[in-house]
């Protein structure tokens, strides 16, 4: 099992940045997709991106592709999330989590998720 703690989040204005961390306990962190998920006021938990267990691959949601960079430390047993060039529309709680099967964009395939962080973008 693996606990996942996101840090990071906070109130930003439009065209800024932030990087979301995402701390995860436990010696097997590399054996896990880690993935980033955003739920808006009203809105359904949406995919964001994923990074393989060893960083090598990525894939993001056409909303962010080319803003948000999604890296992994697996000797620090963390995941980042770089979001830059902010939208108003990027305001949501961001959830990372973890899946032990294969790269997925379906939150249904993860096994362990964060409590999520608070962004917040300003207009």
């Known amino acids: 099992q693996v606990q996942l703690v996101e840090s990071g989040g906070g109130l930003v204005q439009a065209g800024g940045s932030l990087r979301l961390s995402c701390a995860a306990s436990?010696?097997?962190?590399?054996?896990?997709?880690m993935g980033w998920f955003r739920q808006a006021p009203g809105k359904e938990r949406e995919f964001v991106a994923y990074?393989?267990?060893?960083?090598?691959?990525?894939l993001y949601a056409d909303s962010v592709k080319g803003r948000f960079t999604t890296s992994r430390d697996n000797a620090k047993n963390t995941v980042y999330l770089q979001m830059n060039n902010l939208k108003p529309d990027d305001t949501a709680v961001y959830y990372c989590?973890?899946?032990?099967?294969?790269?997925?964009?379906?939150?249904?395939?993860?096994?362990?998720w964060g409590q999520g962080t608070q962004v917040t973008v300003s207009s």
């Open positions: 436990g010696r097997t962190f590399s054996i896990y997709t």
């Open positions: 989590a973890a899946d032990r099967g294969l790269l997925s964009i379906r939150k249904v395939d993860y096994d362990y």
């Open positions: 990074i393989s267990k060893s960083g090598a691959s990525t």
